[in-house]
């Protein structure tokens, strides 16, 4: 669709609809060429953040260390090659217009915090005058990470070319189109959007099917999926085998040790039909998610 033939209304797109809602009538900008591929490396990204770090070893044995990162990652398209690169991926809606993509990075994590600590389990001086206590009781080491973090940034879209730009990348894997955002409904703001409920995530009722020949005015990743949180905890026991040429270490490892259910940043498509009835299944995520269910793993360790 050539770009002089295109009009805004102050909130969307308007594509000119052609006789019979024919895409093969949709005037060219070279009538004498069809569909050409291309590939344009062109772009533009930006990344601003606030990071603070404190480490401390407040008593003997225990260290510990806070991060924190406060960021806005912004882009008009965060792939390079391929489509299939991040599973929250959307095209751009139409070639010519490249500050329609432009929005927060697929990648954009606005709030990061992570914490990390060791603690040596310290044992009285009547334990390790024992050769057996020292033995049992001695060596033991716990540590841990703990993360939590904003959730990966989402998008909604719809599969056909609803807005008649002509583009071939609506049918493909990540397209572009999406539908109307309705920001002003209740209960509509992009922090209500996404509802914490993992069976009914997304409020349908904020998103409406675009008129024909309407490009939908939702941009690209507003939303964020419930706040990310995993636990890694281990417990680790240090044994003198022959002084300190041979040594043993026992570990037990926990990842996500709370089994807390994180879902991945995704696109949602299953939105609505080409008619514009709402499917069902709008809302609902699907796999993978962000990250695996409780995982415990024991392990020997010998050192020499």
């Known amino acids: 669709m050539p770009p002089s033939l295109v009009t805004f209304n102050g909130s969307n797109y308007i594509f000119p609809i052609p006789a019979g ?109 024992s050769a057996v206590a020292n033995t049992v009781l001695g060596g033991w080491q716990v540590g841990g990470i703990y993360t939590r973090q904003s959730g990966g940034a989402y998008n909604v879209r719809i599969t056909t070319d609803r807005a008649f730009t002509g583009s071939a990348i609506v049918g493909a894997t990540q397209g572009g189109q999406r539908p109307n955002y309705l ?39 507003l939303f964020h999926m419930p706040v990310f949180r995993n636990l890694d905890f281990s417990v680790f026991k240090n044994q003198n085998l022959r002084g300190e040429k041979l040594k043993m270490q026992f570990r037990a490892e926990m990842f996500n040790i709370l089994n807390n259910t994180n879902l991945s940043a995704n696109t949602f498509a299953n939105t609505f039909s080409g008619t514009g009835a709402l499917q069902p299944t709008f809302g609902t995520p699907t796999a993978p998610t962000a990250n695996q269910s409780r995982q415990i793993q024991f392990g020997l360790r010998l050192l020499f």
């Open 21 to 129: 809602n024919n895409l093969r009538l949709i005037q060219r900008i070279n009538p004498n060429f069809g569909q050409i591929r291309s590939t344009d490396f062109a772009g533009h990204s930006s990344y601003h953040s606030l990071q603070a770090n404190l480490v401390q070893r407040p008593a003997k044995g225990l260290s510990y260390q806070i991060a924190y990162t406060f960021s806005k990652a912004i882009d008009n398209g965060s792939n390079t090659a391929a489509d299939n690169e991040n599973l929250n991926t959307v095209g751009a809606p139409w070639a010519f217009c490249e500050r329609c993509n432009r929005g927060p990075s697929d990648y954009d994590i606005p709030h990061s915090f992570v914490l990390n600590f060791q603690y040596d389990i310290p044992v009285f001086a009547s334990v390790k005058s």
């Open 183 to 221: 920001r002003n409904a209740p209960g509509c703001s992009p922090a209500e959007v996404t509802t914490g409920d993992i069976s009914h995530l997304i409020r349908t009722s904020c998103f409406s099917f675009p008129a024909a020949g309407v490009l939908g005015n939702l941009g690209r990743d």
